[in-house]
């Protein structure tokens, strides 16, 4: 089946990041063509005149599944959080999971986001939900010492059931979770590498995400977090570190030299009032690729990327008083082609060229908070102007899971209701 998206300011993010009126062509789960008017037939036209066309967003960091704990544990000191949290997460069941990870997915179908980079337990559950959503999930089951998990069994051994059961899933890569250096000891690290590197696995892990937890580590081991993570030997290209806020200059070369990407999530770690600052300059600087998370609806409240994006910018900008740092194209960077290049898909989604996965947003070029819309401030827009309910259109895979906003792929109202009797049960208690 051939798709094109018709009339539209193709926004490539290829190599040369261009930006033209024309079409993309998708057939079947890949792009054939981006470029002017496309010649050939089609089964489907959408019209795409005055919008914006451009790959969908990749989340690189989030908790899928706690979208049905949204509101909960809102304007908490970070131990009182941490403590609800875990309460309200020990009371789950498979079919709240269920329901929080088709809520994330309706939240990201909605807000233009195609791929996500899940960091829970059950993952098995979210595979199949995100499945039945139809976009794609880059699921790492969480891996943590036995003897400080609620999960049944061991925790890595979990992790290598799940990734040996998902490794041909379509739209679904599995992967390895490390919780953190809080709940992870020298041999659960080492597992967890070796598991990722022999599988050819992605591997996301929380790191120096609060002052208190790199000051505890460097106590009990005389090293911080990075520097012991480096030591072992976890650090490498399929490794994504969230958070990132808590680091030295040291660690950053460190990563650097790894290979290792760093997935920064600006809003969870404001909400929570964590503090510290990711160091995207020194980042990039460093050579480590630079992606953004949103992390999970009980810090963050949102899964938008657009949202998110603007949220990064500020931040650096005021946290630096340099208007300069984290300029709009680096940001729709961030959150396409270098979530892309994390999750080790950069030859496969991430921007508009012929021979990846149809991963295509369309956003509604009519919206007067997107005006007015000319090539010279389309990337300045789209950082910051957009918002994620500008998106009318949603293609993963070649599969179009939501046309002129209305999702296609599940039944939300039922989700939506379900939801409610969910958070019920599990936060008023």
């Not at 949102?302 to 949202?307: A, E, G, R």
């Not at 396409?336 to 989604?349: F, L, R």
């Not at 939501?402 to 039922?414: H, K, P, Q, R, S």
């Amino acid at each position: 089946m051939i798709t094109v998206f018709r009339g539209g300011w193709v926004v490539t993010q290829n190599p040369g990041r261009d930006v033209f009126r024309g079409d993309v062509a998708v057939e079947d789960e890949k792009i054939i063509y981006s470029g002017p008017k496309y010649e050939g037939s089609a089964d489907r036209d959408i019209n795409a005149e005055g919008d914006v066309v451009m790959p969908g967003m990749v989340n690189t960091h989030t908790h899928v599944a706690m979208s049905v704990m949204k509101g909960s544990l809102d304007d908490l000191l970070f131990p009182d959080f941490l403590n609800a949290s875990f309460k309200i997460d020990a009371d789950r069941t498979d079919r709240d999971i269920d329901i929080g990870t088709k809520l994330g997915c309706m939240e990201m179908i909605r807000s233009g986001t195609t791929t996500f980079m899940d960091l829970y337990y059950s993952e098995d559950i979210i595979a199949k939900a995100a499945q039945q959503a139809g976009i794609r999930g880059v699921l790492c089951w969480c891996v943590l010492d036995e003897d400080k998990t609620t999960q049944s069994g061991n925790p890595l051994k979990n992790c290598a059931r799940f990734c040996n059961l998902h490794k041909n899933t379509r739209k679904i890569v599995p992967g390895v979770g490390l919780q953190g250096v809080y709940v992870c000891n020298e041999d659960t690290c080492l597992g967890a590498k070796e598991l990722s590197d022999r599988e050819k696995l992605p591997m996301n892990f929380h790191l120096s995400e609060t002052r208190g937890e790199v000051n505890e580590h460097r106590k009990s081991t005389g090293k911080r977090p990075g520097e012991w993570l480096a030591g072992l030997g976890v650090f490498g290209p399929r490794g994504v570190a969230a958070h990132s806020a808590w680091l030295t200059i040291n660690e950053v070369r460190l990563m650097g030299q790894s290979g290792v990407s760093v997935s920064t999530c600006p809003a969870s770690n404001m909400k929570l009032a964590t503090g510290g600052v990711a160091p995207v300059p020194e980042f990039r600087s460093g050579g480590v690729n630079v992606s953004i998370g949103t992390d999970g609806n009980t810090t963050n409240n949102s899964l938008d990327m657009f949202s998110e994006m603007k949220i990064l910018g500020l931040l650096q900008k005021a946290s630096r008083w340099d208007a300069t740092v984290a300029k709009a194209q680096e940001l729709i960077d961030f959150a396409t082609i270098n979530g892309a290049k994390a999750v080790g898909m950069s030859d496969k989604i991430g921007s508009l060229e012929p021979g990846k996965y149809a991963d295509i947003i369309v956003l509604d070029g009519k919206a007067p908070n997107m005006r007015p819309l000319l090539p010279e401030n389309i990337i300045g827009n789209i950082a910051y102007s957009a918002s994620g309910l500008n998106v009318k259109h949603t293609m993963c895979q070649g599969d179009l899971v939501m046309e002129n906003a209305v999702i296609g792929t599940l039944d939300t109202d039922a989700v939506l209701a379900e939801s409610e009797q969910v958070w019920r049960k599990l936060c008023l208690r």
